[in-house]
């Protein structure tokens, strides 16, 4: 258990709709990534958040966006969903102090656009 | 954009043996990671690597960071069942919004 927490596990839902994806980083992290991972394309940086100001951007399309609240847990909202949409969204957060690139990720968010 | 190489895409191996995977890219990274990703979980930090040349060991897993900073391999001794998964490199560079770049990942399989 990695301490970073995602909901739902599991979302099917139809083109055109609009999901919201929930994290909660590990106690005491700051910072919260955004992937998605398909199977054609890996693992893919949406975005990071850094005690709730965005702090870079990836490949993150228009229709997504993301925020990080006061405590700290972050929300990533798909909108005018596409089948290409369907994968695997994971969280991740960083330890305050450890080194670059060492991520704790969560067990993911499937999502299936039908 | 920086791009990490992995290939091949599968590995099949048997129990007992040895196994090296190996990541390569066109840009310098200052810091190769391994991450390891077992069905149905998030990836898991195997071994972090900062300094070029830099040869680090965690249980029967040893990873190097190369000399050049545009490669890195993995090798993981002895195999056991429990290592089939999807094993990434990752690389990162410093600097203003430097990310964190995943290679596409290797499958690993492991004959008992």
């Known amino acids: 258990d990695s301490g970073v927490t995602q909901t739902p596990k599991h979302l099917i839902t139809a083109t055109g709709q609009r999901v919201t994806l929930r994290c909660s980083p590990r106690s005491g992290d700051l910072s919260v990534y955004w992937y998605q991972q398909s199977l054609d394309q890996g693992l893919q940086f949406l975005i990071q958040?850094?005690?709730?100001?965005?702090?870079a951007k990836g490949n993150i399309l228009e229709r997504f966006s993301a925020q990080q609240f006061p405590d700290l847990h972050s929300e990533l909202n798909l909108s005018s969903l596409e089948l290409g949409d369907s994968a695997l969204y994971f969280c991740?957060?960083?330890?305050?102090?450890?080194?670059?690139?060492?991520?704790?990720f969560g067990e993911g968010s499937r999502l299936t656009v039908l | 954009g920086q791009q990490l190489n992995q290939s091949p895409q599968s590995m099949f191996i048997q129990e007992g043996e040895d196994v090296s995977m190996n990541c390569t890219s066109s840009?310098?990274?200052?810091?190769w990671l391994w991450y390891k990703q077992d069905p149905g979980e998030g990836p898991v930090l195997l071994i972090a690597?900062?300094?070029?040349?830099e040869l680090t060991s965690n249980g029967r897993l040893t990873a190097q960071f190369g000399i050049t900073r545009k490669d890195s391999f993995l090798n993981i001794s002895a195999s056991i069942p429990s290592d089939v998964g999807i094993y990434f490199c990752a690389g990162q560079s410093t600097g203003a919004n430097s990310k964190l770049t995943f290679g596409k990942g290797i499958t690993l399989s492991v004959r008992p």
């Open positions: 991740a957060s960083t330890r305050q102090g450890g080194g670059p690139g060492e991520l704790f």
């Open positions: 840009s310098i990274f200052n810091t």
């Open positions: 690597l900062y300094k070029a040349g």
């Open positions: 958040y850094y005690n709730g100001e965005e702090r």
